[in-house]
Structures are given as structure tokens and as C-alpha cells.
């Protein structure tokens, strides 16, 4: 079977920078996605689109079909007496805040100043040059219950959770 649009995928993945340096992997041998349902980025899910089991390719993700370019208006300052005097505010520290529009986002210390703290509510890796190493493992269609909540399910229902405890118990 090709992957399509609402197919389950099963793949190993490394992802890497430029400069060759992991940024993350699929760290429990596998990863599972549901096709056409915006689970993964717009350049991998594209790429993928018409693979079969068993296929591996390298793929390039250009930061328009990632996670954006970087954009200025989303690194801000505000006032340091706005955290938590109890907590040490770190530069890489991470807060949960909400958009202008309402929208829950991570942000991220990129400076800390006597008075204000420099934020940056842009994703970690927009701007990026993505490199992804991929395998395709397994492909099948999707259930009814998956494509109707737009996420793979486990063998038990709801949740991929119990397919994990599966896995680890055997």
C-alpha cells in the first residue's frame, strides 16, 4: 500500500541540521502518523505522499514547509516582575503563554536584563534547514474512529498510550 491521504504511517526518522547534529529521532524505534491530517510538516508529509513500506529517502525541509521562518514580531521584551519572583529565569527556559489572539504557545528566554526578560514565541526550529532521514516501515489505511478524530489510535481504541505498554510488557 502507498501512502495517501488517510493512511497510517509507521516510519523511523532522524532529523538533523546543517551542520549534521541531531535535533531529534525517533527514539522508540518507531513513529506513527496519521497521513494527510497535518500530524507533520507540510515538506515531510509532501515527501512521503506515494511511498510504500520499506522505502528510505532523505529529505530536505525548507523553513516555508517547516515550522516558518523566524519572524521578528514574535521576539518581544516584557517586564521581569510579569514571572514568578520565586523561579531563577534562565536564559532556554521555557513558559507557557497565550498569543495576542488567544492562541496557547512556548516561549522561550533568549535574554534576561535588569528590568525585562526577552522572549521569543517563535518554534524552536523555525528558520531551519530540516534534514530528515526517513524509513517507511508500515503503511495501512486508517479507521473510521482515527480519521474521524485525525490522529492513530492504538490497538485498543483511543490513545497510542496503551499500544506502548503493549509493546514494552512483550
Given at each position: 500500500?502507498?501512502?495517501?491521504?488517510?493512511?497510517?504511517?509507521?516510519?523511523?526518522y532522524?532529523?538533523?541540521?546543517?551542520?549534521?547534529?541531531?535535533?531529534?529521532?525517533?527514539?522508540?524505534?518507531?513513529?506513527?502518523?496519521?497521513?494527510?491530517?497535518?500530524?507533520?510538516?507540510?515538506?515531510?508529509?509532501?515527501?512521503?505522499?506515494?511511498?510504500?513500506?520499506?522505502?528510505?529517502?532523505?529529505?530536505?525541509?525548507?523553513?516555508?514547509?517547516?515550522?516558518?521562518?523566524?519572524?521578528?514580531?514574535?521576539?518581544?521584551?516584557?517586564?521581569?516582575?510579569?514571572?514568578d519572583k520565586?523561579?531563577?529565569?534562565?536564559?532556554?527556559?521555557?513558559?507557557?503563554?497565550?498569543?495576542?489572539?488567544?492562541?496557547?504557545?512556548?516561549?522561550?528566554?533568549?535574554?534576561?536584563?535588569?528590568?525585562?526578560?526577552?522572549?521569543?514565541?517563535?518554534?524552536?526550529?523555525a528558520?531551519?534547514?530540516?534534514?530528515?532521514?526517513?524509513?517507511?516501515?508500515?503503511?495501512?489505511?486508517?479507521?473510521?474512529?482515527?480519521?474521524e478524530?485525525?490522529?492513530?489510535?492504538?490497538?485498543?481504541?483511543?490513545?497510542?498510550?496503551?499500544?506502548?505498554?503493549?509493546?514494552q510488557?512483550?
Open positions: 500500500m502507498q501512502i495517501e491521504e488517510n493512511s497510517v504511517v509507521t516510519l523511523h532522524t532529523l538533523k541540521d546543517d551542520d549534521g547534529r541531531i535535533i531529534d529521532y525517533s527514539n522508540d524505534g518507531t513513529f506513527l502518523y496519521l497521513h494527510g491530517a497535518m500530524n507533520i510538516i507540510p515538506g515531510l508529509e509532501n515527501a512521503l505522499t506515494g511511498k510504500s513500506a520499506g522505502d528510505e529517502l532523505t529529505v530536505k525541509v525548507s523553513p516555508a514547509d517547516g515550522y516558518g521562518e523566524k519572524e521578528a514580531s514574535r521576539i518581544q521584551e516584557v517586564p521581569k516582575d510579569m514571572f520565586s523561579e531563577e529565569i534562565k536564559v532556554g527556559a521555557q513558559f507557557h503563554a497565550q498569543s495576542p489572539d488567544g492562541t496557547d504557545i512556548v516561549v522561550t528566554v533568549t535574554e534576561v536584563k535588569d528590568d525585562v526578560v526577552v522572549i521569543d514565541g517563535n518554534h524552536a526550529l528558520g531551519m534547514e530540516l534534514n530528515f532521514d526517513v524509513k517507511v516501515i508500515k503503511v495501512r489505511a486508517a479507521t473510521a474512529e482515527e480519521i478524530h485525525g490522529h492513530v489510535h492504538g490497538p485498543d481504541g483511543h490513545g497510542l498510550e496503551q499500544e506502548k505498554e503493549q509493546k510488557e512483550h
